[in-house]
């Protein structure tokens, strides 16, 4: 009897010891070395690496767009006056002209002259309003960027490379040329040859 009754308890024991091995035997099977955890890690950093550089280079390229972008906007708001702006220098130059050419004491002409005058300044009024500038350098020196030289001439007492007559003045909007002013430019006197006796006045 007691041996029947014992074997059902070693058989109990015997799957018990079976079935908690078994786990084990299963952990065993996926463990990973410390090297294979390492080089996960490493590989995982690399990624999380390459994803923040990506993002920083994004929120890089945003703000240059933005920067462009915001720019151009400014440009536009500024220089949108541009072609208008040079359509009305012809108008303003025809009044100059026209008053230059105004020449006598009599009424008619007297009254063409300061209707003429006072439309001048009500373009240059107009102009310093939307920071239209002009560019008049009469005895300054001469800038390629600013100046379209017309003509040079050597003038006495006058430095070389000065412009001494504007034959039509320069504009600028917003910092930006419209137009170069047209110019007389000084230049240096040319030095004569300086005379040598022949040889029959030395003999």
């Given amino acids: ?10 058989r109990v024991k015997a799957e018990n010891g079976t079935a908690n091995e078994q786990p084990h035997t299963e952990l065993a099977e996926h463990e990973l070395t410390i090297e294979e955890l390492q080089q996960a890690l490493a590989q995982a950093e690399q990624k999380a690496q390459e994803n923040w550089d990506k993002a920083v280079r994004a929120q890089a390229e945003m703000e240059n767009l933005k920067r462009r972008t915001q720019k151009d906007l400014e440009d536009a708001h500024k220089f949108a006056l541009t072609g208008f702006a040079k359509e009305l220098l012809s108008v303003l130059d025809s009044l100059v002209l026209g008053l230059q050419a105004a020449t006598g004491d009599s009424e008619e002409v007297k009254k063409f002259r300061e209707g003429s005058e006072l439309t001048i300044k009500q373009f240059e009024s107009a102009f310093a309003k939307f920071k239209i500038e002009a560019i008049d350098p009469i ?5 390629a960027e600013l100046h379209q030289a017309m003509a040079m001439q050597a003038v006495d007492g006058v430095e070389p490379n000065t412009v001494v007559n504007v034959f039509q003045k320069g504009y600028m ?4 040329l419209l137009r170069p002013a047209m110019v007389l430019v000084a230049k240096a006197a040319e030095k004569k040859p300086t005379d040598t006796p022949s040889i029959d006045e030395q003999a």
């Fill in 1 to 10: 009897m007691s041996t029947d009754q014992e074997a059902p308890e070693s």
């Fill in 139 to 143: 005895n300054q020196p001469f800038n």
């Fill in 173 to 176: 909007l917003n910092g930006r």
